[in-house]
């Protein structure tokens, strides 16, 4: 039997603030399907590489005033942010194939970066560019506009988090199509 | 006026699992406020590198079965969990002092990684050991035992997340101090 001795327990989140951006629709469009899977792949490396160059903004509650100073420090942040486009039976599931595609295994949803999952936190480290009173201006977040902020959390790592990582065939594999190189 | 369109919002989450480790009592206590710097220092260093090696279990609610196949392709996962012992009205903070040390300077929380923040909801890589059904032995977790898990990401920079990221001279400072070479 497992150990769970607050089964019941309920953790309430509010937003701090919302996103401000340019990206309108649900994140990594699906419904490529019909596609060739070259095509696929090519237009899955254009929305990427776009996505590292959308610069937006998060709007900070300003009841939280003073909570940003000293973040300019910091040339990096990571942000938790809350999917809010996601259909909420999509926390129900267990299995993905990793960025949809039938090529790639199926595997299970902690084993991928999949905005489907059971506590849909989204994690996302982003260059900060500038702060202006209670809105900071980042780079490269992949959140739709009005997605509802959970946390900011400055980049912390002046050493490799992990170091001699390692990681899934399949992960090498996308990365390696998804790089500017490929 | 900001645009704040969901003001109201809640986001609700239910623990995916519980933490069972030997860390019992509240993660980085305080109250050595007493002692010198330099003891203050020793002591913070030999807890973070106590904590660098403690071996933790991560006990995943059995209904999700299926929800972490793959995942020990991966050497590093990122776990996001919630301090239940945090007391409550460490959610109002908005400035500390980084580890609680009056020498450095008061800073924003969203510019700290404070524990104390509005959803405090922490985040850690850690080096995934093994997986024995719906458990998985970690290394490097700094979470009290029972603290509820909230999701499990694999650590995905094959690349480096941040490369050039900079930092303010209070971090430099910690992670100097806290080095085994420091």
């Known amino acids: 039997m497992p150990p769970t001795p607050n089964d ?3 953790i309430v ?6 996103v401000r951006s340019e990206v309108k629709g649900p994140v990594a469009p699906a419904g490529d399907d019909h596609l060739p899977l070259t095509e696929r792949i090519q237009k899955a490396r254009e929305y990427r590489r776009g996505m590292r160059a959308v610069i937006c903004e998060l709007w900070i509650d300003p009841d939280l005033d003073g909570i940003l100073d000293g973040i300019t420090e910091f040339s990096h942040i990571q942000i938790l942010y809350w999917p809010h486009l996601l259909p909420p ?3 129900k599931w267990i299995k993905v194939h990793p960025m949809g595609r039938q090529d790639l295994p199926l595997t299970g949803i902690f084993a991928t970066r999949s905005p489907a999952r059971p506590n849909p936190i989204l994690l996302s480290t982003v260059r900060l560019l500038a702060r202006e009173g209670n809105v900071l201006r980042v780079q490269g977040l992949e959140a739709a506009d009005g997605s509802p902020i959970v946390d ?3 980049y912390s790592a002046i050493r490799p988090e992990a170091e001699n990582a390692t990681f899934p065939a399949w992960m090498e594999q996308i990365n390696r199509e998804m790089s500017d190189d490929g």
Do not use: D, N, S, Y
């Open 13 to 18: 989140l509010r937003p701090v603030g919302f």
């Open 89 to 91: 039976e999509r926390r």
């Open 152 to 154: 900011i959390k400055p």
């Open 8 to 10: 019941a327990i309920e």
